[in-house]
């Protein structure tokens, strides 16, 4: 075991003795680790690396963090769910502070382990799908009366007009001379720019509202229990007041998705109609009672919007010299762009059907 992970790990409140740290998952943003300790009757954790370049905040992200779990926690109380099985629980330093900072400035997270939890990288079966909405949705009705405002640790992330401003600027440097070989990748994007402004506008001006969201809803941020069903949402970094629709979005964006986000075979790729009826009433019977006529408008709007930004995103990147994501080869982020491409122009092909199945899932 990495002698420093362990000397990290002995700066929180954890209860028993650290048998071992082992790296965890395939985040593309921060650094996690399995921390198990040795008794049975003790729990495990999860240790993170919050990527402090992307966070530049990460009190006051942990901070987002530990207002939203209370708030889940008393509602799971009071329904007379478990709050400890049902949502994370952020683990405090010895300092009692909600991370630890190293001797080298980095910043360090740790939350308990749900035993007996399960994750999945695939919507394999329309009951996952939908127990997976129910989820998202659960944690949306949860909030929903969450009162205070949560700090925007990451402003406009998942706000086209910001994503344009960022694009146009490293499409004006292209800092890697990367530019000339994604002429058409680009044509993706500006050919589409107006439709995307056109919905944002109405996240402006109101229209759609502000509630507390995830924003990093694909399945791999959900635990699930042995059953199927939903304990509960992970990954809670990027909580911040946005439009439910982000999530929705980009839910529809990782559940639907026939192959991986990063597909070198584009033929495995595109939406899943079935994959995404389940999820839409998965997370229609958690919400349809409190979400706005707009937002059910916009419902399967969002995962156009979502998929497009990630196409932004991933190809943003690439022009930039990639250093946002972390990559597994040189031109990683460009096999992704074209993957969720063809998500896209797949969600486009069957948008009609989409709104069809909205539409009757909320008639009444
Ligand atoms: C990142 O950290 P991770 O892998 O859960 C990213 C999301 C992207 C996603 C693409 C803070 O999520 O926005 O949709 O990769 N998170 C951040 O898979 O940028
Ligand atoms: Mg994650």
Same mark, same amino acid.
């Given at each position: 075991?990495?002698?420093?992970?362990?000397?990290?790990? #002995?700066?929180?409140?954890?209860?028993?003795?650290?048998?071992?740290?082992?790296?965890?998952?395939?985040?593309?943003?921060?650094?996690?680790?399995?921390?198990?300790?040795?008794?049975?009757?003790? *729990? @495990?954790?999860?240790?993170?690396? =919050?990527?402090?370049?992307?966070?530049?905040?990460? *009190?006051?992200?942990?901070?987002?963090?530990?207002?939203?779990?209370?708030?889940?926690?008393?509602?799971?109380?009071?329904?007379?769910?478990?709050?400890?099985?049902?949502?994370?629980?952020?683990?405090?330093?010895?300092?009692?502070?909600?991370?630890?900072?190293?001797?080298?400035?980095?910043? /360090?997270?740790?939350?308990?382990?749900?035993?007996?939890?399960?994750?999945?990288?695939?919507?394999?079966?329309?009951?996952?799908?939908? #127990?997976?909405?129910?989820?998202?949705?659960?944690?949306?009705?949860?909030?929903? @009366?969450?009162?205070?405002?949560?700090?925007?640790?990451?402003?406009?992330?998942?706000?086209?007009?910001?994503?344009?401003?960022? /694009?146009?600027?490293?499409? #004006?440097?292209?800092?890697?001379?990367?530019?000339?070989?994604?002429?058409?990748?680009?044509? /993706?994007?500006?050919?589409?720019?107006?439709?995307?402004?056109?919905? /944002?506008?109405?996240?402006?001006?109101?229209?759609?509202?502000?509630?507390?969201?995830?924003?990093?809803?694909?399945?791999?941020?959900?635990?699930?229990?042995?059953?199927?069903?939903?304990?509960?949402?992970?990954?809670?970094?990027?909580?911040?007041?946005?439009?439910?629709?982000?999530?929705?979005?980009?839910?529809?964006?990782?559940?639907?998705?026939?192959?991986?986000?990063?597909?070198?075979?584009?033929?495995?790729?595109?939406?899943?109609?079935?994959?995404?009826?389940?999820?839409?009433?998965?997370?229609?019977?958690?919400?349809?009672?409190?979400?706005?006529?707009?937002?059910?408008?916009?419902?399967?709007?969002?995962?156009?919007?979502?998929?497009?930004?990630?196409?932004?995103?991933?190809?943003?990147?690439?022009?930039?010299?990639?250093?946002?994501?972390?990559?597994?080869?040189?031109?990683?982020?460009?096999?992704?762009?074209?993957?969720?491409?063809?998500?896209?122009?797949?969600?486009?092909?069957?948008?009609?059907?989409?709104? =069809?199945?909205? !539409? !009757?899932?909320? #008639?009444?």
């Amino acid at each position: 075991m990495n002698a420093d992970l362990k000397q990290i790990a #002995a700066n929180f409140q954890i209860e028993g003795e650290i048998e071992s740290i082992k790296p965890l998952g395939e985040g593309f943003i921060n650094d996690t680790y399995y921390l198990k300790t040795v008794e049975e009757d003790t *729990p @495990d954790y999860l240790l993170q690396r =919050k990527n402090k370049s992307i966070f530049t905040d990460v *009190p006051a992200m942990m901070d987002n963090i530990e207002r939203v779990t209370l708030h889940l926690k008393e509602k799971i109380k009071s329904n007379g769910g478990d709050p400890m099985r049902e949502a994370m629980t952020v683990t405090k330093s010895k300092n009692n502070a909600l991370y630890y900072q190293d001797e080298e400035g980095e910043f /360090w997270a740790m939350c308990y382990f749900i035993k007996g939890s399960v994750t999945y990288e695939k919507a394999d079966t329309p009951e996952l799908a939908y #127990a997976g909405g129910r989820g998202i949705g659960k944690f949306q009705a949860m909030t929903s @009366d969450f009162k205070g405002t949560l700090a925007d640790i990451l402003p406009g992330f998942h706000n086209i007009r910001y994503r344009f401003e960022q /694009w146009d600027k490293v499409l #004006a440097e292209d800092p890697v001379q990367r530019k000339a070989e994604v002429q058409e990748e680009i044509s /993706w994007i500006e050919s589409r720019k107006e439709e995307m402004l056109n919905f /944002w506008k109405l996240v402006e001006d109101g229209t759609i509202p502000a509630r507390v969201t995830h924003n990093d809803t694909k399945i791999n941020n959900i635990l699930f229990d042995d059953k199927g069903d939903v304990l509960c949402v992970i990954d809670l970094d990027t909580v911040l007041s946005s439009t439910a629709l982000n999530d929705f979005g980009d839910a529809i964006r990782s559940y639907t998705n026939t192959g991986l986000e990063d597909d070198e075979n584009l033929e495995n790729v595109s939406m899943n109609m079935e994959t995404f009826t389940a999820y839409a009433q998965g997370y229609l019977k958690e919400t349809s009672s409190f979400l706005t006529k707009p937002e059910l408008d916009y419902l399967a709007f969002s995962a156009k919007y979502i998929t497009y930004e990630q196409v932004l995103r991933f190809l943003m990147d690439y022009i930039d010299g990639d250093n946002y994501y972390k990559i597994k080869s040189p031109k990683h982020n460009l096999v992704r762009t074209h993957a969720q491409y063809k998500l896209l122009q797949s969600i486009e092909q069957q948008f009609e059907e989409m709104k =069809k199945v909205v !539409s !009757s899932l909320t #008639a009444n």
